[in-house]
């Protein structure tokens, strides 16, 4: 069997006040010429379809159009749970009926784990579709067998002990959304995950069985602490730390019992996303000359002021522009969080020092003597 694995469409989702949908629209497209370019037997979507519990109407319509064609047009099954920007209950609506197509969507837990059961050549293979957990809710739905269950670890824990009949002998794969980890290196993260936080690490060692661990959370693409437990990435950059970062489809082809290969197959977005470091001058020069000025780019600017419309400016050779930061003032901001002054010092002597922290050198005489101006009027000021 020849699954592509994928998580976190986030469907509806924004980038600095830019709307993605066609973005998305083209990695849909793109996902479809894909499988049928690799013969997919299933898609598994590991959570986070939408971006938002209630998306919006034009999201939906994105959503449903996909799955159609995957599911109705293409004959591909998918296999999907709710991540923790989905609503449970709405992703879940209609989903028994869905089932007879071919599209099987897990939205919450109820007590035990949804299994699907598919077959290829090898034999059936079992699907357990595990929604992202909510340690307080499931906390209630386990309380008889495992009354002592705190948070995201121990949660996780006394699901995967409830499902008695799970077979180790059967091919069987999980398809869960979490921060799960093990021994290995840390996880990489974005800047918008920093904050899941090690509170919310789930250890990966309860589905060690698991033929393959599907995973959706963390938007790169990554092992979770088990060589066959991964998470598939975002696929497409949904925060400036992701910028640069590849984007692909983890491709299982799972053969006999024991049996699995796992490789990546990189997706190209409508448009990357860069970052850009330079005075404003420069910049606006190599856009004039840029091969891919289409391109969403966010530029930090090293002038030694604030330039006026900088935005602007660079919106005339780059169309989507996202925004502008100035290197200066977060020298500033760095250089006033970090300063420890003694209450000793004069006026004059903090700004000195201030000076010397932001630039780098000592202050010129004749500002040195304009600050002494400016100090004794504060002085003078303050006596009156």
């Not at 705190?150 to 002990?161: L, N, S, T, Y």
């Not at 409830?162 to 290196?185: C, I, K, Q, Y």
Request: glycine share 10%.
């Amino acid at each position: 069997m020849r699954m592509v694995h994928t998580a976190d469409w986030h469907i509806g989702r924004m980038l600095c006040d830019v709307p993605l949908l066609e973005d998305q629209r083209v990695f849909l497209d793109r996902l479809c010429e894909r499988l049928a370019a690799l013969q997919a037997d299933l898609l598994v979507i590991a959570g986070d379809l939408f971006d938002r519990s209630v998306p919006s109407a034009e999201a939906v319509e994105l959503l449903d159009a996909a799955l159609w064609r995957i599911v109705g047009e293409m004959g591909i099954p998918v296999v999907a749970v709710a991540g923790n920007h989905d609503s449970p209950a709405r992703l879940a609506f209609a989903s028994r009926l869905y089932r007879e197509g071919g599209l099987y969507l897990a939205g919450r837990y109820t007590g035990r784990i949804d299994r699907v059961e598919l077959r290829d050549r090898y034999g059936p293979v079992r699907f357990y579709l595990l929604p992202y957990l909510v340690p307080e809710a499931v906390r209630r739905q386990i309380a008889d067998s495992h009354p002592d269950a705190r948070g995201a670890d121990a949660i996780f824990r006394a699901v995967c002990e409830r499902e008695e009949d799970f077979d180790p002998g059967m091919r069987n794969v999980l398809v869960t959304h979490g921060f799960f980890t093990g021994s290995g290196a840390a996880p990489v993260l974005s800047d918008s995950e920093v904050g899941v936080g090690g509170g919310d690490a789930i250890g990966i060692g309860p589905a060690a069985d698991f033929d393959y661990i599907a995973l959706g959370h963390l938007h790169s693409a990554q092992p979770a602490g088990l060589p066959h437990a991964r998470y598939a990435g975002s696929p497409l950059p949904y925060s400036l730390s992701e910028a640069g970062r590849p984007k692909s489809l983890t491709v299982i082809d799972l053969g006999p019992k024991g049996e699995r290969t796992i490789t990546t197959e990189p997706i190209l977005p409508l448009r990357a996303l860069r970052i850009l470091t330079g005075r404003y001058d420069a910049l606006l020069a190599a856009g004039r000359e840029d091969p891919n000025p289409d391109d969403y780019i966010f530029a930090v600017l090293e002038d030694d002021g604030i330039v006026p419309d900088a935005m602007g400016g660079l919106r005339a050779v780059y169309p989507n522009m996202l925004g502008v930061r100035f290197a200066l003032l977060e020298r500033e901001n760095e250089a006033v969080l970090q300063a420890r002054p003694d209450r000793q010092d004069s006026l004059e002597a903090l700004f000195a020092g201030f000076y010397q922290d932001l630039r780098g050198e000592t202050i010129p005489e004749a500002r040195a003597r304009l600050v002494h101006e400016i100090a004794q009027r504060v002085r003078e000021g303050e006596e009156g």
